[in-house]
């Protein structure tokens, strides 16, 4: 049984990141992964102001009906329907399972584009795209929990499919080897930062808290509470950037977060930010 997400989690140093997204395997979940993929990563952006951007004001991220990227519930009629509704296609469990999978491609998509990377000016190691897989899962967590016990049960089969993801990360970057010990590091991070994040978003919470946790947990190599000058102006920018996505989040109603029908804003297009 896999572990429950609310439970404690997990950091992992030194991997180096071989592999781009991996795909979860589950033929479950064919239809909703078939409709979120989005199109190839764009080739490396060129340099951009990272003083100018992400403080314009929160937006709602949830996606136009019009949007090609949106992940619809099928509507079968006839015989088709009926041993669809057998199998229990339409039951509340397989529809969240199909919104859970559609919401972690969300989560893929962010932080396997380069760009995440080149705006942030990140190397992409295994450590890196892990830092940056829990705060988006972080994201999402923090919003689905507004929604009380539904939104709690809908982020349990986010965490598995995260958890699953993360398994297969952590054997395509070379450790086959004491998985089990890996991954149990891995749980542990997980929950530390998560308990970080949250508590830095308190109302009470320090100034710079935030932004000193964003350094530990993503950007910090050696151990240091503190940016030194030259991180100073990526971890600032990424904490507009968390503040900024979780303001976004508040304001993405119910049913596009359920049904994954949002997208992280995208940091190919800069012109919100100015």
Same mark, same amino acid.
């Given at each position: ?40 990563? *764009? ?5 951009? #102001? $990272?003083? %100018?951007? =992400? ?5 709602? +991220?949830? @996606? ?49 584009? *380069? ?5 942030? #000016? $990140?190397? %992409?190691? =295994? ?5 940056? +897989?829990? @705060? ?56 530390? #930062? ?81």
């Amino acid at each position: 049984m896999l572990p429950r997400w609310s439970r404690a989690l997990g950091s992992l140093k030194n991997l180096k990141y071989r592999n781009d997204v991996c795909p979860i395997p589950r033929q479950t979940y064919s239809m909703a992964t078939a409709a979120a993929d989005v199109s190839p990563p *764009p080739p490396k952006s060129p340099q951009v #102001n $990272l003083d %100018k951007l =992400f403080w314009s004001k929160p937006c709602s +991220l949830a @996606l136009p009906a019009d949007s090609p990227h949106r992940m619809d519930e099928p509507n079968y009629e006839g015989f088709k329907r009926i041993i669809l509704k057998l199998m229990l296609f339409y039951s509340k469990q397989s529809k969240s399972i199909r919104g859970a999978n559609v919401i972690y491609r969300r989560v893929v998509s962010q932080v396997d584009k *380069p760009l995440i990377y080149d705006v942030f #000016n $990140l190397e %992409k190691t =295994f450590k890196m795209t892990f830092s940056l +897989l829990v @705060l988006h899962m972080w994201f999402c967590l923090r919003r689905l929990k507004e929604e009380g016990k539904e939104g709690v049960e809908l982020g349990q089969y986010l965490y598995e499919l995260y958890n699953h993801d993360v398994e297969l990360r952590v054997s395509k970057a070379g450790v086959n080897l004491l998985l089990s010990k890996w991954m149990k590091e891995l749980e542990r991070i997980f929950y530390g #930062n998560i308990v970080a994040y949250d508590a830095a978003m308190l109302p009470d919470a320090k100034k710079d808290e935030l932004q000193n946790v964003i350094w530990k947990n993503v950007f910090c190599d050696d151990g240091t509470s503190k940016p030194d000058d030259a991180a100073l102006r990526a971890v600032q920018g990424m904490t507009r950037y968390v503040r900024r996505e979780v303001g976004c989040l508040s304001l993405t109603d119910k049913e596009a977060m359920f049904s994954g029908n949002f997208m992280f804003t995208p940091l190919e297009n800069t012109s919100f930010n100015k």
